[in-house]
T-cell receptor
Framework: ETGVTQTPRHLVMGMTNKKSLKCEQH?????MYWYKQSAKKPLELMFV???????ENNSVPSRFSPECPNSSHLFLHLHTLQPEDSALYLC?????????????FGPGTRLTVT | DQQVKQNSPSLSVQEGRISILNCDYT??????FLWYKKYPAEGPTFLIS?????DKNEDGRFTVFLNKSAKHLSLHIVPSQPGDSAVYFC????????FGTGTRLQVFP
């Protein structure tokens, strides 16, 4: 596998479920990001990790919980979501935060909350 | 308040012609501007960038122009090809990337 991969590609969950999104990068990058893309809205940065340490949390509700066990893997744990959380969730990585202008994105997870 | 705006949600261009995608921004502290391209069912891919100290950057068929006084950025694609049909996102950087809402480009034969 090369680049940035995300699993699952599609997820349907009820509001009481708990699920996790997974992201893996094979590029040797040190920074990883979670973005949310809702219809007709810009990509919204949710979380930033640099060298496995969270450096940014953009006022994201606590029902979204990120985890970065190492520089290659990033998770987004989901629980008690709302229908308005339905969106495309994109993971990205970059060589460093200083190089954040050139981020490599995964294909995204299309999440539907019912 | 959106700091990066792409006011045209869609653009349709004939193959071989020039495509011009526009982007406006409000924050004069942005130091880098980028264009990303996104195909359906794929993540955005980096296309071309420009530093705030330059006014033009060219890479093959793609040229990005920056007008700092107008706080305006544009991407020119010439000649346009059907494979260029995608959604194009403008982004600007301070300590993080701020994205626009995207413009869907359709290149028809």
């Amino acid at each position: 596998e090369t680049g940035v991969t995300q699993t699952p590609r599609h997820l349907v969950m009820g509001m009481t479920n708990k699920k996790s999104l997974k992201c893996e990068q094979h590029l040797g990058h040190n920074a990883m990001y979670w973005y949310k893309q809702s219809a007709k809205k810009p990509l919204e940065l949710m979380f930033v990790y640099s060298l496995e340490e969270r450096v940014e949390n953009n006022s994201v509700p606590s029902r979204f919980s990120p985890e970065c066990p190492n520089s290659s893997h990033l998770f987004l744990h989901l629980h008690t979501l709302q229908p308005e959380d339905s969106a495309l969730y994109l993971c990205a990585s970059s060589y460093s935060l200083a190089g954040a202008y050139e981020q490599y994105f995964g294909p995204g997870t299309r999440l539907t909350v019912t | 308040d959106q700091q990066v705006k792409q006011n045209s949600p869609s653009l349709s261009v004939q193959e071989g012609r020039i495509s011009i995608l526009n982007c406006d921004y409000t924050n004069s502290m942005f130091d880098y501007f980028l264009w990303y391209k996104k195909y359906p069912a794929e993540g955005p891919t980096f296309l071309i960038s420009i530093s705030s100290i330059k006014d033009k950057n060219e890479d093959g068929r793609f040229t990005v122009f920056l007008n700092k006084s107008a706080k305006h950025l544009s991407l020119h694609i010439v000649p346009s090809q059907p494979g260029d049909s995608a959604v194009y996102f403008c982004a600007a950087r301070t300590d993080k990337l701020i994205f626009g809402t995207g413009t869907r480009l359709q290149v028809f034969p």
